[in-house]
């Protein structure tokens, strides 16, 4: 979950496997003002008689030929890097990084860094990234997990989330951000989550550890033995302040229905219609469809399908963008503005019986679609009539 960009140190990385025990770490970075770093940063510490290594699960490169068609696509490659545990806080130093020394057996320690030697090494490095399946996070915990097996047990779960809720929690000040992800992602990531899931989020992993145990020689100890916070800060991380009210997408949806409405009824009033509000709202609406449609039908992303904001976000809203400014497209555009109207209004009443959560601002979005949608409607029959008579 971070962009950090670190050299592999190969020798120093491979010189660990041949020690008899070491002292390894969960790294836990707080969030930070991007919105990658929004859910905070995990890596692994390795420290040994004078060596001090850092693996970083979360090393991508922005400048990748197609980077973001693949990262929208579900084929984003990460890596993990090791490099010196000197340039640990380079990136960070405006937030929060509490380091947690685990509580293994020699044994336990060598298996944990021949594991991370091995995930190091060029021919391995790369993974398929998922940002709520297999990431840095999951990444580090799963080979604590696999050295310690059954020994290793977790606390209880303190709350009950979902995906969405989770993400919410870090996103809440970045309102926009965070209509952008409730209109992309579908109803998979609306479950409710086991404890394990919702370590996807390097500060619940990091909770997760402080109150674990392991079985050893028949005794239960803390998974952790020490913590140590490297770097000061606050919980919640060095973020942005929360978008004001006044232009938060709840505020600018409204206006934006207010101004829909008042236009809609003028121009069923004067029989006429506004080709330029309908090219603008329909268009955008189009073209947001279909990036919708892309994580729909294409990505290969597990939370973007299904999705039911496809029913009303879709790249067929082009078409009345388009053909408002023919004549001779009338009744193919009446046909579709009310089989629109239609959708949308079965949509809004039924939404609170169906399995994905929504973003409150959607809501007079969609009826601003519905809206034009009746408007032109009432037109096209106001004009039949009068061409009737």
Known sequence: MTAAASPHAANEADSLATQDSAVVSLITCFPGPA???LYGHTMLR????GIDMVYNYGIFDFDADNFIYHFVKGETDYKVGGYNGAYLLIGYRRRKVVEQQLNLTPEQSMQVMQALVVNARPENATYRYSYVYDNCATRPR???ENVLGDKMHYGAMHD???FRQEL???NANYAWLQLGIDLVLGSGIDYTLDY???MFVPMVLMQAFAEASIERDGTTVPLVSKTIVLNDG???GDILPPTPA???PIAVASVLLAIVLAVSLIDVRRRKVSRWLDSTLFGIAGLCGLLVFFLIFISTHTATSPNLNGLWLHPFALLPAIFVWIKKAKRVLYFYHFANFAVIILLLVSWPLLPQAANVAAFPLMLCLAARSASYAAIYKLQCTKNDK
């Open 142 to 144: 799963d080979i604590v």
């Open 246 to 248: 006044y232009l938060s």
């Open 160 to 162: 009950t989330l979902t």
């Open 46 to 49: 390795v420290q040994y008689r």
């Open 234 to 236: 606050s919980d919640a």
């Open 168 to 170: 919410h929690h870090y």
């Open 196 to 198: 394990r899931k919702q």
């Open 35 to 37: 919105a990658y770093e």
